[in-house]
């Protein structure tokens, strides 16, 4: 063990407890290929807690029923829990109302109704949308489909080498036709953090609206949309150690209560005849049919737990597990970090001298580290790095040093093998 390694586990003791942390996910007790998992591949999905998986658990074996229609007692029950969830999510966000929380099966469903319903109701042909060189192709390919339907314009941030988003080139991109910018908080495949309230503020200054993808931002810091400003925050649920199947869109509810419906269906109707039909309003009118009822409550809990915690410890804990990371994958011989931003999130690209990023993933899972191997939903990014993949380390609340210990070894096995 190096001094700064020590001094770093003795550090996160004091404030942090990763044991116990680690204790609360059962998946992390896994042996892979005969070794401990080192599961280094949170930022594409994150492990459960057993709160979650327990909550969840007994939401379907003794308060299930459906929501919103029964008068009888489990469906009410199943109702209280629902919108008490939409309660703990609008407090997480701290939102105006939980009205303005609306539940989607995930980020990719929540920018692609923000797409077609505000999409064609507030842009026209000519209409300019920013959106930055890093983003998730679920913020890019909803806005082509839009250009496609109505023909509006899409531009795009650059970045520099390092990853830093360009704030200069964002200012000369804004005009009096950028009606919307939709930006990521943090890059999913550099870990680059956005200065979105600084992007806020300069789209304000032209009248234009901000939507934020907060998927890789909401689980590494804490996010409160009515200090940000924007008009639309949105993030998944699988990703901050809740259920899969849920995401959330959060919108100023003025706005959200202007945009027509993006699905039609029960639960979002006032009156249905078969001349006209009228609509509720948010957030009912986005959740149409049954909603993700277990979920919404699964994620509730995923929420009380990281609170519990505390994000600020979470995110001090990651961010020296970052800084140990990066030291130590630095001194791997011929490993190059992709993103090397001035303010990053835990998440860690990297390219092998003369190996695929696919073989890097296979060969060290065979020692039970499991990293991202790919384009990571971002290929306009890693055209503008001239690359086919990338490997990537993304780090949780619950990974140590020891994770990272066995991700070193692991790529010098790699390397012993292409040697
Ligand atoms: C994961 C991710 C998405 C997509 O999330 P889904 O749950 O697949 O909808 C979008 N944007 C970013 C930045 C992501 O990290």
Not at 265 to 271: L, P
């Amino acid at each position: 063990m190096t001094a700064s390694n020590m001094i770093l586990k003795l550090d996160s003791e004091i404030d942090y407890n990763v044991s116990s942390v680690r204790a609360d996910f059962p998946a992390l007790s896994l042996e892979i290929n005969g070794y401990p998992l080192a599961f280094l591949d949170s930022g594409a999905s994150a492990q459960k807690p057993i709160q979650v998986l327990d909550r969840m658990d007994r939401a379907y074996r003794s308060e299930y029923a459906n929501v919103h229609r029964g008068a009888y007692t489990l469906s009410q029950l199943a109702t209280d829990n629902y919108e008490n969830a939409r309660i703990t999510v609008a407090n997480f966000l701290n939102a105006k109302t939980p009205d303005e929380i609306i539940f989607t099966r995930n980020v990719t469903a929540a920018i692609n109704l923000v797409a077609y319903s505000y999409g064609r109701t507030f842009l026209r042909a000519g209409d300019e949308i920013i959106i930055s060189h890093m983003e998730h192709h679920a913020n890019i390919v909803p806005w082509q489909l839009l250009r496609d339907a109505i023909g509006i314009e899409i531009k795009v941030v650059p970045i520099d080498d390092r990853g830093n988003f360009l704030m200069e080139e964002f200012e000369k991109l804004l005009g009096s036709k950028t009606k919307l910018v939709a930006v990521t908080q943090v890059s999913n495949v550099l870990g680059t953090i956005l200065p979105i309230k600084e992007i806020v503020r300069q789209a304000h200054n032209i009248g234009a609206h901000v939507l934020i993808d907060g998927c890789q931002g909401i689980v590494h810091e804490s996010v409160d949309v009515q200090d940000l400003d924007a008009e639309f925050y949105a993030f998944t649920g699988h990703k901050l150690y809740g259920p899969s199947g849920i995401g959330v869109l959060w919108g100023k509810l003025d706005l959200l209560n202007e945009m027509p419906p993006y699905e039609g269906g029960g639960d979002m109707i006032e009156n249905v005849t078969f001349e006209k039909t009228t609509y509720r309003e948010a957030p009912a009118r986005f959740e149409a049919g049954t909603p993700p009822i277990v979920e919404a409550v699964g994620l509730a809990t995923a929420i009380d737990y990281v609170t519990s915690i505390g994000l600020e410890k979470i995110a001090n804990h990651e961010s020296k597990l970052l800084t140990y990371a990066t030291n130590e994958l630095a001194q791997i011989d011929g490993l190059r970090i992709i993103g090397q931003a001035d303010h990053k999130a835990p998440i860690i690209s990297f390219v092998l001298d003369g190996v695929h990023p696919h073989d890097i993933g296979t060969i060290i899972d065979s020692k039970g580290v499991a990293v991202r191997a790919g384009h990571h939903c971002a290929q306009p990014l890693m055209d503008r790095y001239e690359l086919a993949a990338t490997a990537r380390a993304s780090l949780a609340m619950y990974n140590n040093t020891d994770d990272i210990d066995q991700l070193v070894d692991a790529l010098n096995y790699v390397k012993e093998i292409f040697s």
